[in-house]
């Protein structure tokens, strides 16, 4: 059995996953009540090296370097700095259904075809003892065009003696912040094939009203309306409905950072959505995201300092899963 302190650290783990063999050759499982309970095989060599990565009193970079074994660390802890950034930014949980992990840049999701008395909103209701009834039928089948599949990320430009003695903390900071622009970025890639699932729907409305995100959750029926994406400007629109000044909703905006309608569904800004126009979906069957791996770095060039031009990147596309799912509104008189 290899122990956390023993361990050969070296390049060769990254070739499929650092983290994942780092936990086969040192499970977790074996710390349950120990002082390392909690700690995940990787924080377990950052505690080995005596590397701090957060607080007041977090290390320079330099500490990785002081030997060739834990500058096998800093690929990983760029990652990981990074996703966690991506993570806190990203509104795609709120309205994605699925996510898909897959091998490479070819996919093609799934269509249903349904016989049209089994199309939400026509069904007939039907004599359960009636016998020899005939079951209307639903065909599923791949798309026959794949899923276009975007990278995502920035090239650091640097060099390792000008961030050597720069404390690890506020480097997390900016490759979180690296992490955040990677989200925003994929919010917009999930926008344009929202946006091109259907035709917006033009209203007449002149001022934005309460009365208008009732139809919006109307027009959506037999689905349910769960999340409303819209930009900036339509955002405070809606905000500043007399209806929205529901002490219930301030509350868990303060407690969550969300902000619900009274409606039940969430409110996600995306500024790439047009103006004037509001997308209305429902989360669990409108949009499948598929995720080529994960986030890449080039982790030969950062364990041996070579900081000039570091490449990190994710690759992910959308697909619509149901389009009734979804429901566009381009209230085009509103100024």
């Keep these: 059995m290899a122990y956390y302190d023993s361990l050969k650290l070296e390049k060769g783990m990254y070739n499929i996953d650092f983290t994942k063999t780092l936990e086969k050759l040192d499970p977790s499982e074996n710390y349950e009540g120990t002082s390392l309970a909690g700690l995940d095989a990787f924080q377990r060599q950052l505690k080995r090296f005596d590397i701090k990565v957060n607080g007041k009193n977090s290390d320079v970079i330099e500490k990785f370097f002081r030997t060739s074994e834990s500058a096998v660390l800093f690929p990983e802890y760029i990652k990981r700095s990074v996703q966690q950034g991506l993570m806190e930014e990203s509104v795609l949980p709120d309205i ?8 490479g840049n070819d996919y093609r999701t799934i269509e249903l ?7 939400p909103g026509n069904e007939e209701e039907e004599d359960e003892e009636t016998e020899g009834v005939k079951l209307p039928g639903t065909t599923i089948k791949n798309k026959k065009t794949f899923v276009k599949i975007n990278k995502r990320g920035r090239v650091i430009s640097s060099s390792y003696e000008a961030l050597r003695l720069k404390r690890l903390d506020l480097f997390s900071v900016a490759l979180k912040q690296i992490g955040a622009t990677i ?8 926008v344009t094939v929202l946006a091109g699932s259907s035709e917006a729907i033009v209203s007449e409305s002149e001022v934005f009203t309460y009365d208008d995100l009732i139809d919006l959750w109307g027009k959506l029926e037999p689905y349910n309306l769960s999340a409303i ?7 405070q629109n809606i905000l500043a409905l007399d209806e929205m000044r529901d002490a219930q909703a301030g509350l868990n905006f303060q407690g969550t950072g969300k902000m619900v309608t009274p409606l039940g569904a969430t409110l996600v800004r995306a500024s790439s959505v047009e103006d004037n126009h509001v997308i209305g979906i429902d989360k669990i069957c409108a949009l ?10 080039d982790y030969d060039k950062l364990i041996d300092k070579q900081l000039e031009r570091i490449a990190i990147s994710s690759s992910c596309g959308f697909a619509t899963v149901f389009n009734d799912a979804i429901k566009i509104i381009n209230y085009s008189s509103i100024s």
């Excluded at 989200?183 to 999930?190: I, P, S």
């Excluded at 994406?229 to 955002?235: F, I």
């Excluded at 499948?288 to 770095?297: P, R």
Aim: net charge negative; hydrophobic share 45%; charged share 30%.
């Design 288 to 297: 499948e995201m598929v995720q080529a791996g994960e986030i890449l770095i």
């Design 113 to 119: 075809t349904e016989d049209e008395d089994l199309a």
């Design 183 to 190: 989200a925003r970025e994929q919010l917009k890639d999930a």
């Design 229 to 235: 994406l819209c930009n900036n400007k339509m955002m």
């Design 96 to 103: 994605t259904a699925t996510v898909t992990m897959i091998d």
